[in-house]
Every structure is written in structure tokens, then in C-alpha cells.
């Protein structure tokens, strides 16, 4: 009897171990090179863990890691406001991995700033 319950705990230490690794943490972002992207918005993937974009921005397509949809909603932003073809600026951090890519601190859509930390 000792024996399926040892099974089931490893198993749900493995999955949980999973899911913890599966999301980077901000580690990855170089919070020393503040920088701001502007651009219209080519695509959108409004969806856990976080909400992404690609952006043109200096001849590069950038992918933008934006905050959870469940905390960009608590901040007032829904899927209508940021679609393709919407004009953002993005205010957040390099990635120390993807010479193309940027993690949001706020994003200004229609001319209104929202914080997404």
C-alpha cells in the first residue's frame, strides 16, 4: 500500500518540477539596458503563460513577452485594444538570450500608458 503512494507523490513532484522549470522568470532580461520599441503590431497570442507580440522594430521582427491575459486584464487591456495593425510602444528590457526579443514593463495603447508588473 506504501508503494502507490510513494508512485503518486514522485509523480506529482515530477509534474509540478515540470511546470516550474517550463516558466523562465525574468532572469533572462537585462534590467541595466532599459529600452523602447515602437511599432505596429504584426501578431498577437493572447494566452498563458503570458501574452506575446511581434512587433517591426529597426528592420527586426521583435517578440514581446507581455504580462499574464489575467493581469493585462486587471490593468484594463483586453484582446480588441491590441490586435495587428495596432500602433504600440513598449518600455521593458532586452533579453540576454534573443537579440529580438523584449520583456514589457508598460505598454501605450491610443495614447494611454498601462504598467503590466
Known sequence: MRFPLFGLCISGALLTGGVAYAHHGWGGYDASR????????????????????VIPFQGKSWEAVLAPPFRMSARGLSPDMIKPGTQVRLDGYP???????????????SGKTYELR
Open 95 to 109: 533579453s540576454t538570450r534573443n537579440e529580438t526579443e523584449l520583456r514589457a514593463e508598460r505598454i501605450v495603447v
Open 34 to 53: 532599459p529600452m523602447t520599441i515602437t511599432g505596429t503590431v504584426e501578431r498577437v497570442e493572447w494566452e498563458n503563460p503570458h501574452v506575446m507580440m
